[in-house]
T-cell receptor, first 116, second 111 residues
Framework: DVKVTQSSRYLVKRTGEKVFLECVQD?????MFWYRQDPGLGLRLIYF???????EKGDIPEGYSVSREKKERFSLILESASTNQTSMYLC???????????????FGDGTRLSIL | GQNIDQPTEMTATEGAIVQINCTYQ??????LFWYQQHAGEAPTFLSY????GLEEKGRFSSFLSRSKGYSYLLLKELQMKDSASYLC????????????FGAGTRLAVHP
């Protein structure tokens, strides 16, 4: 089974702090994704990566950056945390889409981040 | 623009059948996924449709009509453990396996 592990289930930080969320997958997946999940809005894509050192902006990248130095690890960085970044953060990984295969994304359990 | 709509909440009775609808308007389409998410847990993959028609997997089935921009997830013989949120997601045509999610439907199954 694919295992996607997020470093913390719950995290409390203060406004202005630099925050690191870590995600590790054990299935040698090329693609990795960071989402935030808010009530009534569903999952929204922040950033994704399709290879080591490669990154692409998603739909809501403002205030965030990412790092992918190794294939198995994808980090989300809040440069200067603000209260509107309080949310559930979900990491996912997948194989590349090839041919007609569905290649679902596999998710971690999430990090509930509170910014005070 | 990208728009995926599904009902916010549904309730159903144990043993019954429930259908959760999803309509989408997206600039590209390369398949539709359904995920299940129990409270406080990771979303888990349920089903995938890329061609029109019905895909059956045990008690769960998923249907797709690309011309209508419409899908549904059918859950039969409901069990209490089926109480969860069900997320509809469309894969875009970027080639990066990116998904666009609806807001999710929270299903409550009662005795």
């Amino acid at each position: 089974d694919v295992k996607v592990t997020q470093s913390s289930r719950y995290l409390v930080k203060r406004t202005g702090e630099k925050v690191f969320l870590e995600c590790v997958q054990d299935m040698d997946h090329e693609n990795m994704f960071w989402y935030r999940q808010d009530p009534g809005l569903g999952l929204r894509l922040i950033y994704f990566s399709y290879d080591v050192k490669m990154k692409e902006k998603g739909d809501i990248p403002e205030g965030y950056s990412v790092s992918r130095e190794k294939k198995e690890r994808f980090s989300l960085i809040l440069e200067s945390a603000s209260t509107n970044q309080t949310s559930m953060y979900l990491c996912a990984s997948s194989l590349p889409r090839t041919g007609g295969r569905h290649q679902p994304q596999h998710f971690g359990d999430g990090t509930r981040l509170s910014i005070l | 623009g990208q728009n995926i709509d599904q009902p916010t909440e549904m309730t159903a009775t144990e043993g019954a059948i429930v259908q959760i609808n999803c309509t989408y308007q997206t600039s590209g389409f390369n398949g539709l996924f359904w995920y299940q998410q129990h409270a406080g847990e990771a979303p888990t993959f349920l089903s995938y449709n890329v061609l029109d028609g019905l895909e059956e997997k045990g008690r769960f089935s998923s249907f797709l009509s690309r011309s209508k921009g419409y899908s549904y997830l059918l859950l039969k013989e409901l069990q209490m453990k089926d109480s969860a949120s069900y997320l509809c997601a469309v894969r875009d045509s970027s080639g990066y396996n990116k998904l666009i999610f609806g807001a999710g439907t929270r299903l409550a199954v009662h005795p």
